[in-house]
């Protein structure tokens, strides 16, 4: 079974969500809630299709929710990258709108993904990603890309395209040098704590997992598994 630190996912919420309206979430994906035990604090993972390298169709529409974040995406990845976030962030979005509450929606994983975002019923307020060697936070309106290389003096330099400048309100900064290298789940780490309070029993930011019992599951629907299941127990006599 694969560690929860490989790939994260999901949204976060302080309030218990109304079963009956979660149907709606994700044009009617799949979804697990787990309840995040002692903590009032509720999880949802989300059965959200895959996208095909390619295919814009998500990032279109998310396009309307942060129109300066959603061109540097455009402007920054390639034609070989599928984008997972844009659903993601257009499920936050929907989920805080729907349930009439903010959200927390993240998408995070070792390799590329590190998407983390927060929604109220009034639209998404903060976005945090990263499409390597770049850094980009978006907040009310004003995109902010940060470039980054590895500590080794020998690292190629990233030269920001030219595209950005015709991005209204984007701030290009210079480029940092890693020392320790990119942080796992960094985009998420740095804004979930200031969302909730209590949330170190996922695990975010470790190569682990919650303790088992640190979750409670509490409803699903067309949904069969989840990189939470193991905090739940639910995988408790697999091998690790």
Request: charged share 20%; with cysteine; proline share 9%.
């Amino acid at each position: 079974m694969i560690p929860v630190g490989y790939r994260i996912q999901g949204v976060l919420l302080k309030q218990k969500p109304d079963e009956a309206a979660l149907p709606e979430v994700g044009h009617g994906a799949g979804y697990k809630l787990f309840e995040l035990v002692g903590r009032q604090l509720w999880l949802l993972d989300l059965n959200l299709p895959a996208l095909k390298p390619g295919d814009r169709a998500a990032i279109r529409a998310a396009r309307p929710l942060a129109p300066s974040y959603v061109d540097a995406l455009r402007v920054l990845g390639s034609d070989d990258q599928p984008f997972e976030q844009a659903p993601w962030l257009t499920a936050t979005a929907g989920v805080a709108k729907l349930l009439g509450q903010p959200a927390f929606g993240f998408l995070s994983d070792d390799e590329r993904l590190d998407f983390a975002a927060i929604a109220t019923p009034e639209g998404v307020s903060v976005i945090g990603d990263t499409l390597e060697p770049y850094l980009i936070r978006w907040e009310a309106g004003a995109l902010v890309i940060q470039p980054y290389c590895k500590s080794d003096p020998d690292a190629e330099t990233p030269c920001a395209p030219e595209e950005l400048s015709l991005i209204p309100a984007a701030t290009v900064l210079e480029t940092e040098r890693l020392t320790d290298g990119y942080p796992l789940h960094g985009n998420v780490v740095a804004e979930i704590g200031g969302f909730a309070p209590g949330v170190e029993v996922l695990g975010i930011g470790t190569w682990g997992f919650g303790p088992i019992g640190s979750l409670r599951l509490v409803g699903k629907d067309r949904m069969e598994q989840s990189v939470w299941d193991r905090a739940t127990g639910a995988h408790r006599d697999r091998p690790h």
